[in-house]
């Protein structure tokens, strides 16, 4: 009997210290894509067309989109902050085995997270649902500034 008792001792014993140093883990943080880093002006946004082409110049809206390093970013429009957050950058495998950069955006107080795939070319930054192949049908699209 008492070696019975001492085996499930030993086994709940196990058991705390493996959550114990799950817990006590030091999470890396994840290194936000460099080029992606900066101040973004958004320039337009193609919704299928150009006719359904939206500009600050059709819209009034001046908007700023910041992504900081340290990742956070603010959404700024007509110098107002409308959103910010917390974000991370990794590489996603498209169901073609395309490899798309993708941004997971977290809004404080909101439930649900977004994510959103994105292309950087030198100074310009285009958001889209899908960046599987092509510039999808609804993409936003920004220039870097200083």
């Known amino acids: ?3 019975k008792k001492l085996i499930k001792e030993l ?4 058991i705390i210290a493996s959550f114990c140093s799950c ?3 030091k999470e890396t943080k994840p290194t936000p894509d460099p080029n992606l880093v900066g101040n973004w002006h958004w320039v337009s946004q193609d919704r299928g067309s150009l006719v359904n082409r939206l500009t600050p110049q059709n819209t009034g ?5 910041q992504i900081k390093r ?11 902050m409308i959103h910010s957050g917390t974000y991370a950058t990794r590489l996603e495998t498209t169901s073609v085995g395309k490899q798309v950069s993708a941004i997971h955006y977290y809004i404080p107080n909101v439930v649900t997270d ?7 070319n030198k100074d ?13 049908t609804d993409a936003r699209m920004y220039v870097k500034t200083l």
């Not at 086994?11 to 196990?14: A, D, G, N």
Request: aromatic share 10%.
């Open 1 to 3: 009997m008492p070696a």
């Open 11 to 14: 086994v709940v014993i196990t």
């Open 23 to 25: 817990a006590c883990k």
């Open 61 to 65: 809206i001046n908007e700023t989109l």
């Open 70 to 80: 340290d990742g956070s970013w603010q959404l700024i429009q007509n110098t107002v």
């Open 114 to 120: 977004s994510t959103a795939f994105y292309q950087v």
């Open 124 to 136: 310009s930054l285009v958001f889209g649902n899908y960046l599987g192949g092509a510039v999808t």
